[in-house]
């Protein structure tokens, strides 16, 4: 069983950066697609970005221009630059990956999951 592992979050003002990173347990795993979420509170887990192994990403709308995603292939890590941060991105954050390619995309119910971190807190002040 793969696990993956997160590392990056904590508190920072509004207008702040943060990097969220995550790697697997089992450092020969290779996904083929690759995400994060944010749960923030009494909302539902939704996906704010997505990877896949075409080099292909995808944003929620609210996160576009200020969030990045990217992935390191020779520390099999993958990344979630977060710039000009906001309240609202306020949650815990998870990383996830899959080996499956079709539907890596925000779309709401199509990225596959196989795989989850622990999640890591992200919490933005006004």
């Known amino acids: 069983q793969v696990q993956l592992v997160e590392s990056g979050g904590g508190s920072v003002q509004a207008g702040g950066s943060l990097r969220l990173s995550c790697a697997p347990s089992d450092h020969t795993y290779r996904s083929y697609c690759m995400g994060w979420f944010i749960q923030a509170p009494v909302k539902e887990r939704e996906a704010v970005a997505a990877l896949d192994s075409d080099g292909r990403t995808s944003y929620a709308d609210s996160v576009k221009v200020r969030f990045t995603i990217s992935y390191d292939n020779n520390k099999n890590t993958l990344y979630l630059q977060m710039s000009g941060l906001k309240p609202e991105d306020t949650g815990t954050y998870y990383c996830?990956?899959?080996?499956?390619?079709?539907?890596?995309?925000?779309?709401?119910?199509?990225?596959?999951?196989?795989?989850w971190g622990q999640g890591t807190q992200v919490t933005v002040s006004s």
């Open positions: 996830a990956a899959d080996s499956d390619l079709p539907g890596c995309t925000v779309v709401p119910g199509t990225m596959p999951a196989a795989y």
